[in-house]
């Protein structure tokens, strides 16, 4: 079964206040998401990846999702329709 | 002022941060243990739906696999539960300053202070509980009481995710009824001394006359008397006090018998630089070196040696490892597992008196070493730098060290 945890690479801004944005994403097929907007930033756990981490919740092409920053300093996204 | 205390216990703490990694595995028993591949070990942590079963603790795998055919077992990520310990303490953290771990998944919170913005012990332990569902995705069992042995107890009381209290008005009739051996402190053997005198629950030994208990108990009854009366007053003690772990150990079966002295050298050496490694990583340094021993017909025996000097020097720990096994083993058999242990932990920064006959110049260059070392293998991989006496047998000196951390609470008394 493929897993619903994928993991991705992210470019992200840190501000001189301190904050960690992310900017955009690289999907499994090679192709780059810019991210427009972030909603909310919390951690939480992920029932459906399997995880935990800072959750920001991002619109992207108008469309929400989850961007999970676990603190192994890695980023990961549920898979979609999981 | 009455004191408010919280016990928080993650419930199946490793089963759990398992579960949650692995949702493939939702409803279905899961234990955390050993090394499933090569099928030895025993569980740590088995799951709800597992130790439903009547998987425990402390089983072999085989064992837990007759009793219950369809579990997963998984091996421990011990760096994993770290994390969401420390995650843990960081949800506490927002509560109180006074927190206590006790072992790796509870943790003591006095939360006296915070309750005149937070609300009382049981809102903020419903807080806490709420947010360790969404933030970590694991669940808790909280006890809040007055002192620190009832709280204990409250979260005991009932499994998983749930908040029992204790308060001062209702102890008496909530735990009393308990059995003796719920209390803290009260093992197999004083449940045992207890029974004898027809004491078999906790309001039973709170109504015995403490005279009689420390007559047969020592200084423990008296201790425990007033643990059941709730007389107990000690304070929760403030956060990082004291590392997590009460030792270091690496253990391993070679991929063939050994069978003389070199044999278990190379072993010892290998156990040796990854425990020193790994106390050097945490800065710690051990004060007690510990063997073990099994041989080809599973006896097996561990001693240890109290050190002159903290150390956490590779040569040191594997010379003292070397000789308590020459002073201890008389090859009788070939031996089939090794393990060495550092113990009775200090932190770097613990300081000591240097004697006339150790050379203290030895010692900080040795240290430089060890710290190069762990340098070039960082950055090029552990193979990249090895001792000459690994070269004697390269089967031998591939053995794989695998970690077994100890994370028992320390005592509770001497902190």
Same mark, same amino acid.
């Given at each position: 079964?493929?897993?619903?945890?994928?993991?991705?690479?992210?470019?992200?801004?840190?501000? &001189?206040?301190?904050? #960690?944005?992310?900017?955009?994403?690289? !999907?499994?097929?090679?192709?780059?998401?810019? *991210?427009?907007?972030? &909603?909310? $930033?919390?951690? %939480?756990?992920?029932?459906?990846?399997?995880?935990?981490?800072?959750?920001?919740?991002?619109?992207?092409?108008?469309?929400?999702?989850?961007?999970?920053?676990?603190?192994?300093?890695?980023?990961?996204?549920?898979?979609?329709?999981? | 002022?009455?004191?408010?205390?919280?016990?928080?216990? $993650?419930?199946?703490?490793?089963? /759990?941060?398992?579960?949650?990694?692995?949702?493939?595995?939702?409803?279905?028993?899961?234990?955390?243990?050993?090394?499933?591949?090569?099928?030895?070990?025993?569980?740590?942590?088995?799951?709800? @739906?597992?130790?439903?079963?009547?998987?425990?603790?402390?089983?072999?795998? !085989?064992?837990?696999?007759?009793?219950?055919?369809?579990?997963?077992?998984?091996?421990?990520?011990?760096?994993?539960?770290?994390?969401?310990?420390?995650?843990?303490?960081? =949800?506490?953290?927002?509560?109180?300053?006074?927190?206590?771990?006790?072992?790796?998944?509870?943790? !003591?919170?006095?939360?006296?202070?915070?309750?005149?913005? &937070?609300?009382?012990?049981?809102?903020? /332990?419903?807080? *806490?509980?709420?947010?360790?569902?969404?933030?970590?995705? @694991?669940?808790?069992?909280?006890?809040?009481?007055?002192?620190?042995?009832? %709280?204990?107890?409250?979260?005991?009381?009932?499994?998983?995710?749930?908040?029992?209290?204790?308060?001062?008005?209702?102890?008496?009739?909530?735990?009393?009824?308990?059995?003796?051996?719920?209390?803290?402190?009260?093992?197999?053997?004083?449940?045992? &001394?207890?029974?004898?005198?027809? *004491?078999?629950?906790?309001?039973?030994? /709170?109504?015995?006359?403490?005279?009689?208990?420390?007559?047969? #108990?020592?200084?423990?009854?008296?201790? #425990?008397?007033?643990?059941?009366?709730?007389?107990?007053?000690?304070?929760?003690?403030?956060?990082?006090?004291?590392?997590?772990?009460?030792?270091?150990?690496?253990?391993?079966?070679?991929?063939?018998?050994?069978?003389?002295?070199?044999?278990?050298?190379?072993?010892?050496? *290998?156990?040796?630089? +990854?425990? +020193?490694?790994? #106390?050097?990583?945490?800065?710690?340094?051990?004060?007690?070196?510990?063997?073990?021993?099994?041989?080809?017909?599973?006896? +097996?025996?561990?001693?240890?040696?109290?050190?002159?000097?903290?150390?956490?020097?590779?040569?040191?720990?594997?010379?003292?490892?070397?000789? $308590?096994?020459?002073?201890?083993?008389?090859?009788?058999?070939? $031996?089939?597992?090794?393990?060495?242990?550092?113990?009775?932990? =200090?932190?770097?920064?613990?300081?000591?008196?240097?004697?006339?006959?150790?050379?203290?110049?030895?010692?900080?260059?040795?240290?430089?070493?060890?710290?190069?070392?762990?340098? @070039?293998?960082?950055?090029?991989?552990?193979?990249?730098?090895?001792?000459?006496?690994?070269?004697?047998?390269?089967?031998? +000196?591939?053995?794989?060290?695998?970690?077994?951390?100890?994370?028992?609470?320390?005592?509770?008394?001497?902190?």
């Amino acid at each position: 079964m493929e897993s619903n945890k994928v993991y991705v690479d992210v470019t992200a801004e840190f501000s &001189k206040e301190g904050v #960690l944005t992310p900017k955009s994403f690289r !999907w499994t097929d090679g192709s780059v998401y810019e *991210i427009q907007r972030i &909603k909310d $930033i919390r951690r %939480a756990a992920s029932l459906k990846a399997g995880g935990a981490g800072m959750r920001y919740t991002c619109i992207v092409d108008g469309r929400e999702s989850y961007l999970y920053y676990e603190d192994n300093n890695m980023w990961f996204m549920e898979r979609a329709g999981a | 002022m009455e004191r408010t205390i919280l016990h928080s216990d $993650i419930n199946c703490c490793y089963a /759990a941060i398992e579960h949650l990694h692995h949702p493939e595995l939702a409803g279905k028993p899961l234990a955390v243990g050993g090394d499933p591949e090569s099928r030895h070990g025993i569980v740590l942590t088995a799951d709800y @739906i597992a130790k439903k079963y009547g998987v425990k603790t402390g089983m072999a795998l !085989w064992q837990a696999k007759q009793v219950c055919p369809d579990i997963t077992f998984i091996s421990p990520r011990m760096d994993l539960y770290l994390r969401f310990s420390r995650m843990a303490h960081e =949800v506490y953290s927002e509560y109180t300053d006074l927190q206590e771990p006790y072992g790796i998944d509870e943790c !003591w919170l006095d939360v006296t202070a915070s309750s005149s913005i &937070k609300g009382d012990g049981y809102t903020i /332990a419903e807080e *806490i509980s709420n947010r360790m569902k969404s933030e970590l995705g @694991i669940t808790v069992s909280i006890g809040v009481s007055f002192n620190k042995i009832y %709280a204990k107890l409250g979260s005991d009381y009932k499994k998983p995710d749930a908040i029992t209290t204790m308060y001062k008005d209702e102890f008496r009739e909530k735990a009393w009824k308990l059995p003796a051996s719920d209390l803290l402190y009260v093992g197999r053997s004083t449940s045992r &001394k207890l029974s004898k005198l027809g *004491i078999k629950t906790i309001g039973d030994l /709170a109504k015995t006359d403490e005279s009689i208990l420390v007559n047969h #108990l020592g200084k423990m009854g008296s201790v #425990l008397w007033a643990f059941a009366n709730g007389y107990d007053e000690s304070p929760v003690r403030v956060e990082n006090t004291h590392a997590p772990i009460k030792s270091v150990g690496n253990s391993t079966t070679t991929p063939r018998d050994l069978e003389n002295d070199e044999d278990v050298k190379i072993v010892l050496y *290998i156990l040796a630089e +990854s425990v +020193s490694a790994r #106390l050097r990583e945490n800065g710690f340094r051990c004060r007690v070196v510990e063997i073990s021993v099994r041989d080809n017909e599973l006896f +097996s025996f561990t001693r240890q040696k109290k050190l002159d000097h903290a150390t956490n020097i590779t040569g040191e720990i594997a010379a003292y490892a070397y000789q $308590i096994f020459k002073a201890n083993y008389d090859w009788r058999k070939p $031996i089939r597992s090794v393990g060495v242990r550092g113990a009775d932990l =200090v932190t770097d920064n613990y300081w000591e008196q240097i004697d006339m006959f150790s050379s203290v110049e030895l010692r900080e260059k040795q240290m430089k070493v060890d710290v190069v070392v762990d340098d @070039i293998r960082r950055r090029f991989g552990f193979y990249s730098i090895q001792r000459g006496l690994m070269y004697r047998d390269k089967a031998l +000196s591939a053995v794989n060290a695998r970690e077994d951390h100890v994370v028992h609470p320390h005592g509770y008394f001497n902190q």
